[in-house]
């Protein structure tokens, strides 16, 4: 009796060890407190501090819920969370780009938020912005910021040219743009506008939604193709003329990033750069004491100042055993005043209604209402929910883009790459 009795002890001992073991693993502790890792891409420093203290706000308020921040890197994320889908080791809240989730979405990584979200918030973000992370049907992500594409103007140069100055309610169109860009054009090294395009791929599609260009079509039977035709040409031949007809843009920038234009700009080399909303606190931290800039709408078209985005996404693991938790944790993060929070850390747009309505994101300084007046005019990206997109942006658009640009070929050979190469990638994920 007495060994047997010794035996059941060993056995309960190690029990006890190996649940203790279990609760120290990251989803709880030996008081039953639930853990959730959240994993942010925030990078700019008051983007950084914005997150990490609502982090801390809820958890000084919710002590059966700890919220554990762990830093992640926009360089990498796709990659990075392949590899811990696919080992099991994935955070239970996951900060992401829309554009990004398709392949996880269908690939059965990210939970469907459906059910598990409030009416108040589901009803906060408009419907245009839930299309971003919806697929099949489901919800994947909840879109919490954005960006539209603004020219950022040289305001003494334009003030001084005579030129009409846009407004969102009364914007340049294309013809108008590229007429006030070969007007502000001096000659000498100086040019009306520069166009920073390593990446032409998003810039070119999500600007072409003014003009009515879609790229990407859904056929009877539910397969995406794509049909290049005359609207998804105004964009793109109005670039590819002002640097190789009108020499109105600086041919030098197109193989550059946003930020490689900013000193050529505060030198006074372009009286205009086509940038991300975000920019502006780069030109506020770096512009020369006395410099004057502005902000302006991008051009519009036949279908206004519409423009597409891949807003800022929260999503939750399919894995994370605490998704009910988890949900509730986006539901505080993203409450009105929280938004206008993290919108102002990253200089960017809130998508919910009642941020967009805070008087902080409303003002004449840095612009701010200009972008907000934009904001109900974005819509989502034309290849949001196409799979393959990724491999025909690398290896067909990419290159055939930057080639078109630079006048290396014409028209007629984009279109035949961006389309018949294009459509022999997205079937082969079609099948």
């Given at each position: 009796m007495a060994v047997r009795a010794r035996a059941l002890g060993a056995v309960a001992t190690a029990l006890v060890l190996l649940l203790a073991g279990?609760?120290?693993s990251g989803d709880g502790d030996s008081r039953g407190r639930i853990t959730l890792r959240f994993q942010s891409l925030a990078w700019q420093k008051e983007s950084v501090d914005a997150n990490k203290e609502l982090v801390k706000e809820w958890n000084a308020t919710h002590p059966d819920v700890k919220v554990e921040y762990v830093q992640g890197s926009w360089s990498s994320v796709h990659d990075q969370l392949l590899t811990s889908f696919e080992g099991g080791e994935a955070p239970d809240i996951i900060h992401d780009a829309s554009d990004d989730l398709a392949d996880f979405a269908y690939g059965g990584y990210l939970a469907d938020l459906g059910e598990l979200l409030p009416q108040r918030l589901k009803l906060d973000i408009p419907q245009a912005s839930w299309d971003t992370s919806t697929f099949g049907g489901k919800v994947?992500?909840?879109?919490?910021l954005q960006e539209p594409r603004v020219l950022i103007a040289n305001a003494k140069w334009l003030k001084e040219s005579g030129v009409r100055i846009p407004t969102p309610e009364k914007p340049w169109s294309w013809p108008e743009f590229r007429s006030v860009t070969?007007?502000?054009?001096?000659g000498k090294g100086k040019f009306g506008v520069a166009w920073p395009l390593k990446e032409p791929v998003s810039a070119t599609l999500n600007l072409s939604l003014s003009t009515g260009g879609k790229l990407f079509h859904r056929r009877a039977d539910g397969k995406a193709e794509i049909r290049f035709e005359a609207a998804d040409e105004v964009m793109?031949?109005?670039?590819h003329d002002q640097v190789d007809v009108d020499k109105?843009?600086?041919?030098a920038t197109l193989g550059m990033g946003g930020s490689d234009t900013l000193p050529g700009f505060f030198g006074g080399k372009y009286a205009m750069v086509p940038l991300g909303f975000s920019y502006r606190q780069q030109i506020v931290q770096q512009a020369p004491k006395g410099f004057d800039w502005q902000v302006l709408p991008a051009p519009a078209g036949a279908d206004?100042?519409?423009q597409g985005v891949s807003p800022q996404t929260?999503?939750?693991?399919e894995d994370s055993p605490h998704k009910k938790e988890a949900a509730r944790f986006i539901d505080f993060f993203l409450r009105p005043a929280n938004m206008v929070r993290l919108a102002r850390g990253d200089w960017m747009l809130p998508t919910g209604k009642e941020a967009l309505k805070d008087p902080a994101l409303r003002t004449k300084k840095d612009d701010w209402a200009t972008g907000t007046a934009l904001a109900r005019h974005l819509r989502p990206a034309p290849a949001q929910s196409v799979r393959g997109y990724p491999e025909w942006m690398d290896k067909i658009a990419t290159p055939a883009l930057q080639?078109?640009?630079?006048?290396a070929i014409g028209m007629d050979e984009l279109r035949e790459r961006l389309v018949e190469d294009g459509n022999l990638v997205l079937k082969r994920y079609q099948r």
């Open positions: 279990c609760s120290d994947y992500g909840v879109p919490f070969k007007e502000l054009t001096q793109p031949r109005t670039v109105s843009a600086s041919g206004g100042l519409a929260l999503s939750v693991a080639e078109y640009y630079s006048g």
